[in-house]
């Protein structure tokens, strides 16, 4: 079975641009969830969606969104882009929604904001 | 909002059993507790997770405290593979994901 696939692996933007990172679950997952990592402040949570419904956003500002499709395929936008937006980006993916619930995720991509 | 707090790093022998401690003072009654872990240039992979009863799994095994403050990620031998940063998270009732900032286990050959 394919794991979770984040494309693109590298993107570099200037400031003020907006970008879109895409995000194919395991298959049969119907729960995304997408997190910023920075070496100062670690691992947080953006948002996560479960059947084309966000369920839950982290303490982030309105630049951030996302959706996801019927496929259960994900994307994640962040408008008007900050130096401090540079980060890696990962989405992760389980099979429903629920405090037990595994996550499986993927490598990532790296964004550089210049 | 609930917090973990872990120990930034931490050493040890290869073929050695390796104990990871987190705190989790904050934790509400339903929280799960998960570990999982990350190599280099790859995205966190799950270990292993639990609410109140200790568990064990192939990969490792989690002691949790009877209060529930605090929890241990047992390794009962560490291997050279085993060298990444564990992260102890919670899952919360509200749904959040909060992430403790990693413990970075170097194992020594």
């Known amino acids: 079975k394919a794991g979770v696939t984040q494309t693109p692996r590298y993107l570099i933007k200037t400031r003020g641009q907006q970008v879109t990172l895409s995000c194919s679950p395991i298959?049969?997952?119907?729960?995304v969830s997408w997190y910023q990592q920075t070496p100062g402040q670690g691992l947080q949570f953006l948002f996560e969606?479960?059947?084309?419904?966000?369920?839950n956003k982290g303490n982030f500002p309105g630049r951030f969104s996302g959706r996801q499709f019927s496929n259960s395929r994900s994307e994640m936008n962040v408008s008007t882009l900050e130096l401090g937006d540079s980060a890696l980006y990962l989405c992760?993916?389980?099979?429903?929604?629920?405090?037990?619930?595994?996550?499986?995720f993927g490598s990532g991509t790296q964004l550089s904001v210049l | 909002d609930a917090k973990t707090t872990q120990p930034n790093s931490m050493e040890s022998n290869e073929e050695e059993p390796v104990h990871l401690p987190c705190n989790h003072s904050?934790?509400?009654?339903?929280?799960?507790i998960h570990w999982y872990r990350q190599l280099p240039s790859q995205g966190p992979e799950y270990v292993i997770h639990?609410?109140?009863s200790n568990v064990n799994n192939r990969m490792a095994s989690l002691a949790i405290a009877e209060d529930r403050k605090s929890s241990t990620l047992i390794l009962h031998r560490a291997t050279l593979r085993d060298a990444a940063v564990y992260y102890c998270?919670?899952?919360?009732?509200?749904?959040?994901?909060?992430f403790g900032p990693g413990t970075s286990l170097s194992v020594i050959p």
């Open positions: 992760a993916s389980s099979l429903n929604q629920g405090l037990r619930e595994k996550l499986f």
């Open positions: 298959s049969g997952h119907r729960s």
């Open positions: 904050t934790i509400s009654g339903t929280d799960y």
């Open positions: 998270i919670l899952k919360t009732s509200y749904d959040k994901v909060i």
């Open positions: 639990g609410l109140t």
């Open positions: 969606y479960f059947s084309e419904t966000q369920r």
